[in-house]
């Protein structure tokens, strides 16, 4: 099925590991977000690449990187993770900058120890 | 700054009831308006959209939402709940024009009793 995929869905961190949280999409959309959502918080912007080959800081981006490795895949790395990154991420894709809405992936929940 | 705002954290209503989610924004110019379902564990999926033109706009699942210019408001309605609605719905906003993505509100959850 089209649509949004991410990997992996689960995983737990010790304070100061790395990791690389995986999107693709397959439909041949050009924009892709990188979203948190915690409690309460609704979901916040942490990076998003509105093209193949550009990426901008969203509202929550310390503590992130990113790499939009071509238009199908965008990948989110924690180099150091810490207690306040355990969150549930949520990678997007889209058409026009939004207009024509996102679609979501599945989302990875990530606990940090 | 851009906002949106959902007022209701929590609803609760009862299975056959009426529903309204409401929802406000703070741009300076009419945006692109969302809204979005989430079931537990699950991602989201947009439910409806506005752009221009009526600002009654039908999505799936029997949701419809209209958009009030003079009150920046596009709150989601539904005429009768089932119980397979009760998930977290969230309210989002884009820029008419430019190039900003997506800014969400804090979502309200609906529970549905019977």
């Known amino acids: 099925n089209a649509g949004v995929t991410q990997t992996p869905k689960f995983q737990v961190l010790k304070t100061g590991q790395s990791m690389t949280l995986q999107c693709a999409q397959d439909m041949n959309h050009n924009s892709m977000y990188w979203y948190r959502q915690d409690p309460g918080m609704g979901l916040r912007l942490i990076y998003y690449?509105?093209?193949?080959?550009?990426?901008d800081k969203g509202e929550v981006p310390n503590g992130y990187n990113v790499s939009r490795l071509n238009k199908r895949e965008f990948s989110l790395r924690l180099e150091s993770a810490a207690p306040s990154q355990t969150s549930v991420y949520f990678c997007?894709?889209?058409?026009?900058?939004?207009?024509?809405?996102?679609?979501f992936g599945s989302g990875t929940r990530l606990t940090v120890v | 700054a851009q906002s949106v705002t959902q007022p209701d954290i929590h609803i609760t209503v009862s299975e056959g009831a009426s529903l309204e989610l409401r929802c406000n924004y703070s741009y300076g110019a009419t945006p692109y308006l969302f809204w979005y379902v989430q079931s537990p564990g699950q991602g989201l999926q947009l439910l409806l959209k506005y752009f221009s033109g009526d600002t009654l706009v039908q999505g799936i699942k029997g949701f419809e939402a209209e958009f009030k210019r003079s009150q920046s408001s596009f709150n989601l309605r539904k005429p009768s709940v089932h119980w397979s609605d009760a998930a977290e719905y969230f309210c989002a906003v884009a820029l008419y024009s430019g190039n900003t993505p997506l800014v969400f509100g804090k979502g309200t959850r609906l529970s549905v009793i019977a």
């Open positions: 997007a894709s889209s058409g026009l900058q939004g207009i024509g809405g996102y679609t």
């Open positions: 690449s509105a093209s193949e080959g550009t990426t």
